[in-house]
Nanobody, 120 residues
């Protein structure tokens, strides 16, 4: 079994910064990608950014230049540095891990989420 543990959410004023962390643990054979999704109240969950095992990142257009994802492969941990935060960045941020099993099967895992609130 695989567990994802997120940390780093909180309340910040517009223009401020927060850093999220997500550590994956358990039976991890290979990591295809890890990333962050968010869900604002009354809205669907949306992609924020993903990073592949090779380090290629894919950002949502609205966060480019403000958010930076990084990874520590040895620790199966990803970090999300969020700068110049805006009220529209408010939501529950979920960590996702897309893993490759030993028999070539893909598996998706989700964290429980961490709340980010940006006040205007």
């Amino acid at each position: 079994q695989v567990q994802l543990v997120e940390s780093g959410g909180g309340l910040v004023q517009a223009g401020g910064s927060l850093r999220l962390s997500c550590a994956a643990s358990g039976m991890i054979f290979s990591v295809n990608a890890m990333g962050w999704y968010r869900q604002a109240p009354g809205k669907q969950r949306e992609l924020v950014v993903t990073i592949t095992g090779g380090g290629a990142a894919n950002y949502r257009a609205s966060v480019k230049g403000r958010f930076t994802i990084s990874r520590d492969g040895a620790k199966n941990t990803v970090y999300l540095q969020m700068n110049s935060l805006k009220p529209e960045d408010t939501g529950v941020y979920y960590c996702n891990a897309n893993l490759q099993g030993p028999f070539g099967n893909e598996m998706d895992y989700w964290g429980k989420g961490t709340l980010v609130t940006v006040s205007s």
